[in-house]
């Protein structure tokens, strides 16, 4: 049920995209305003680093390091690409057909080149993130690892608003994309 609410939510935010792009812009605009205090070189410094954990560079060396501190049968291991490689490509083909422009960049930061929608690095958090802070709370019921994947989770979804990397509608589609993939490989 859970894998199904993920996938149907994230449809009907990427049909909001596709179909009504102006209602979308506007909820975008009004939340970008509210964020607008971290829009400055200090606030940068400070996000740039934690955006590391959803970039390609910070999730093959976290699922590689995760392949050497875990027990991951092939089996997991299997679910663990499977999530990680179905979440990127479907998000490289729905980035491709929404085409949806970038927020306005700063001058202190470079331009990004790819479309928006969804999120790349929030989409590719919460799928590795997700997957691993499940796998862990599932052999040893803490709460800890739960904790912190979602706090990673939620700094990387954070760190691209306040870049202004993506707007807020495109880090949900993210969170909503990497968690149907998780939830997919495990059944939910």
Same mark, same amino acid.
């Given at each position: 049920m859970i894998t199904l609410t993920l996938f149907v939510s994230f449809g009907i935010l990427t049909a909001a995209v596709l179909l009504a792009p102006r209602a979308v812009q506007h909820i975008d605009t009004a939340i970008e305003k509210r964020l607008s205090f971290f829009a400055t070189? %200090?606030?940068?410094?400070?996000? &740039?680093?934690?955006? !590391? #954990?959803?970039?390609?560079?910070?999730?093959?060396? #976290? *699922?590689?390091?995760? @392949?050497? =501190?875990?027990?991951?049968?092939?089996?997991?291991? @299997? &679910?663990?690409?499977?999530?990680?490689?179905?979440?990127?490509?479907?998000?490289?083909?729905? &980035?491709?057909?929404?085409? %949806?422009? %970038?927020? %306005?960049?700063? +001058?202190?930061?470079?331009?990004?080149?790819?479309?928006? !929608?969804?999120?790349?690095? =929030? @989409? *590719? +958090? =919460? *799928?590795?993130?997700? !997957?691993?802070?499940l796998f862990w709370y599932a052999l040893f019921p803490l709460p800890i690892f739960l904790i912190v994947a979602i706090g990673i989770i939620l700094a990387v979804g954070f760190s691209r608003l306040t870049l202004s990397a993506h707007f807020a509608l495109d880090v949900l589609g993210g969170f909503l994309l990497g968690g149907f993939w998780v939830a997919l490989a495990l059944g939910l």
């Open positions: 070189p %200090r606030w940068t410094r400070f996000f &740039k680093p934690i955006t !590391f #954990f959803g970039s390609a560079g910070g999730i093959i060396g #976290f *699922a590689i390091l995760a @392949t050497f =501190t875990a027990p991951l049968d092939v089996v997991v291991m @299997t &679910k663990l690409v499977v999530v990680l490689g179905g979440s990127t490509l479907m998000a490289q083909i729905v &980035k491709q057909v929404a085409a %949806r422009v %970038r927020p %306005r960049e700063h +001058a202190w930061l470079p331009p990004f080149p790819q479309y928006s !929608f969804p999120s790349g690095h =929030t @989409t *590719a +958090a =919460t *799928a590795l993130y997700g !997957f691993l802070g």
